[in-house]
């Protein structure tokens, strides 16, 4: 990598990449919260409901923020 005024030059991740790590982390999320509630995972009402979606989309966030904290960070 070219250096920028005595630092590296950082590339930003590819938004697929972040895509992909959103999705997993709310599917992840879901399934663990789900086994955590004793949830019939195999139902459509328990995938569908809109109540079941608000902590995994709150981790989902959350872990797309820390990968990207940690692409930013993991060089200093």
Same mark, same amino acid.
């Given at each position: 990598?070219?250096?920028?005024?005595?630092?590296?030059? !950082?590339? !930003?991740?590819? /938004? %697929? !990449? #972040?895509?992909?790590?959103?999705? %997993?982390? $709310?599917?992840?999320?879901?399934?663990?919260?789900?086994?955590? &509630?004793? &949830?019939? $995972?195999?139902?459509?009402?328990?995938?569908?409901?809109?109540?079941? %979606?608000? *902590?995994? $989309?709150?981790?989902? /966030?959350?872990?797309? *923020?820390? *990968? #990207? *904290? %940690?692409? !930013?960070?993991? &060089? &200093?």
């Amino acid at each position: 990598m070219a250096a920028v005024s005595g630092r590296a030059q !950082r590339r !930003r991740p590819p /938004v %697929w !990449r #972040l895509v992909i790590e959103f999705f %997993w982390g $709310l599917l992840l999320a879901r399934v663990i919260l789900g086994l955590i &509630d004793g &949830d019939n $995972l195999s139902s459509a009402e328990a995938w569908l409901t809109p109540r079941v %979606w608000g *902590y995994p $989309l709150f981790f989902a /966030v959350v872990g797309v *923020y820390s *990968y #990207l *904290y %940690w692409m !930013r960070h993991r &060089d &200093d």
